[in-house]
């Protein structure tokens, strides 16, 4: 199913075929997170009705099914004389039925639903459509793609979840963040694009951007790749005031214990490679490799000796396992390192295995 073929049903020029071809594909593949967004991008592009119009895409597609097969059963029963076993007729019938639901259905339903939900929204005491929410998390060895209802897509790093809701309603796109994602952004200028992390939100329109947004960190770190995006805060009482506007290759580190921004330009991907597989290191302490590397890997690394804190690494990291990785830094500086097993807590449940790194006098 493409969106011309559906712009083209809501006009009532479908052809015959193409009138089958749609009503087949509202009763098997409609409800699916696909087809909903496929359905929600149709119903943007309709003349727009009245504002703040809101709509539940389950409750329609299920009214639809329920009236079309109330329809085909009754009709049956009456023009084929309660005998449903002369298949050419019965075929028939269904066929019929089936170019008359599907030349009548979206118009009359989008006019009815549209008048029904004019009538709710003026009751008091009522509600129009609660909106529901997913949330997806991204497991401590995993890195997980998700598609938007929108069509944007999310890449979330180790240990990071995403909240946003099953349909973008209101006059905003917007969702929630915990951890690291990189997002690629569906232009629509009437719906900016919001990501609230932390104390921050980043609102874009169209654009390619990695938020780095842990909760265990002391920063929040937001790189651009293109587009525009605008650094925002939002006060308590609701106020929203903008703190920056970037431009491609700008990193922004908010620092969350003075609340100061900080920019620099950013030449390479390692702040994004992540959702590619890759680890990647340019001149980096030894205390954001290990926080990286115990996020990657999932494991718990000490840093015995203070001397370590002046070490920086070059390196990127691909298929390699941790004993690689860790043997690789001891290679090229002086350190050594230890690494437990997993304990037992509880049956089904083990510890973290723990790492200790300390300063090797050659």
């Not at 690394?301 to 390699?320: C, G, N, R, S, W």
């Amino acid at each position: 199913m493409n969106k011309e073929l559906l712009e083209k049903y809501c006009k009532n020029a479908c052809t015959a075929e193409e009138l089958s071809t749609v009503l087949v594909w509202f009763e098997e593949s409609a409800k699916t997170s696909e087809g909903k967004t496929l359905l929600f991008k149709v119903w943007e592009g309709l003349p727009e009705i009245e504002n703040n119009l809101q709509i539940d895409f389950d409750f329609i597609l299920d009214k639809i099914h329920h009236k079309v097969n109330l329809t085909q059963s009754k009709n049956l029963l009456e023009k084929a004389g309660q005998n449903l076993i002369k298949y050419k007729r019965r075929k028939h019938i269904i066929n019929v039925l089936t170019r008359a639901a599907a030349i009548l259905m979206l118009p009359l339903l989008c006019f009815g639903l549209y008048m029904s939900f004019k009538y709710q929204s003026g009751r008091p005491g009522q509600t129009l459509v609660s909106q529901a929410y997913n949330e997806v998390f991204s497991s401590v060895d995993a890195i997980t793609k998700i598609t938007l209802p929108d069509g944007s897509n999310v890449w979330l790093n180790h240990s990071s979840s995403l909240k946003y809701p099953a349909l973008f309603q209101d006059n905003t796109r917007h969702v929630e963040l915990k951890g690291e994602g990189y997002f690629e952004v569906v232009a629509n200028a009437k719906k900016p694009f919001i990501v609230t992390s932390g104390e921050i939100q980043i609102k874009a329109l169209g654009t390619a951007f990695n938020i780095m947004a842990y909760p265990d960190e002391d920063r929040i770190e937001t790189s651009l790749i293109k587009g525009k995006v605008e650094l925002q805060r939002k006060e308590p009482d609701g106020e929203v005031i903008t703190l920056l506007k970037m431009k491609p290759t700008d990193l922004a580190v908010f620092q969350k214990n003075n609340k100061k921004i900080s920019i620099r330009t950013i030449d390479d991907d390692r702040y994004f490679s992540w959702k590619d597989g890759k680890l990647v290191f340019e001149k980096e302490p030894m205390d954001d490799v290990v926080k990286k590397l115990s996020r990657w890997f999932n494991v718990d690394i000490q840093i015995k000796d203070p001397a370590l804190h002046e070490f920086t690494y070059t390196a990127t990291f691909v298929h390699e396992t941790l004993p690689q990785v860790m043997e690789l830094i001891s290679l090229v500086s002086p350190v050594s390192y230890s690494i437990s097993e997993r304990k037992e807590i509880s049956p089904g449940t083990f510890t973290k295995r723990k790492i200790i790194l300390i300063y090797r006098n050659n």
